[in-house]
């Protein structure tokens, strides 16, 4: 089974993680939040079922899966089919936009941050969220990946390696902020948003398109 068959056939099982791990949903909102502009068009690439579009207000959601956009559709998002390798958008046509926890999951995510410098606008801010793989828990994912539903195709990454594909794909890298400095099973309450990255594993990093 392929990772977009995976999420496909457990989208239900995917949507309940955030109800099941809400202490670790919101404080991955709350590092998102402060980062993701409230005004202007945005677009999240890997929307999934809308969990992070809806409650930080972007508009428009693309997803390789079907049956995570029709999720997402019924919770207000205007939901695109589509890869991040080649967004179905006009160059310069979005203001912001938001990658979360899906650079793991892309076949080059080189071509998905090339894709999204040219939908943005000069000057537009791009936020990534995703799993330290250096971290407490990026290291679990990583050694138990081969028994993961979602993760089984995972590539994980570094704050360093984050931070130079960025770089190379024409972005400058403006600010960092963390959450999550305890296991997924030991947070049973919301965490504070951290500055910085290299202590927690939910890692937020914001870039600029262009110099």
Sequence with gaps: MTGLQAFGMHHERYDAWFVEHAAVYVSELLALRP????????????????????????????DPSPPMLR???????????????????????????????????????????????????PGGRLVVG???????????????????LFYREATFFSADEV???LEQAGFTVTDWA??????L???TEVEAVRP????CAFVVVTARNGA
């Excluded at 963390?178 to 296991?183: D, M, P």
């Excluded at 910085?196 to 202590?199: A, D, Q």
Aim: aromatic letters at 6%; a neutral charge.
């Design 185 to 187: 099973g030991g947070t």
């Design 163 to 165: 931070r130079e594909l």
């Design 35 to 62: 980062f993701v502009p409230i005004e202007g068009r945005g677009l999240e690439i890997g929307v999934g079922t809308g969990r992070f579009a809806v409650p930080l207000g972007i508009e428009v959601g693309l």
């Design 71 to 121: 999720i997402a559709s019924t919770r207000g998002v205007r939901a695109v089919e589509g890869v991040a390798e080649h967004l179905p958008f006009a160059s310069g046509s979005f203001d912001h936009a938001l990658v979360v926890t899906t650079i793991c999951f892309v076949d080059s995510p080189t071509l998905m941050l090339a894709e999204a410098r040219r939908v943005l606008r």
């Design 196 to 199: 910085g990255h290299g202590r």
């Design 178 to 183: 963390q959450t999550l400095a305890h296991s």
């Design 130 to 148: 995703f799993v330290d793989r250096e971290s407490e828990i990026g290291r679990r994912y990583e050694a138990h990946r081969s028994e993961s």
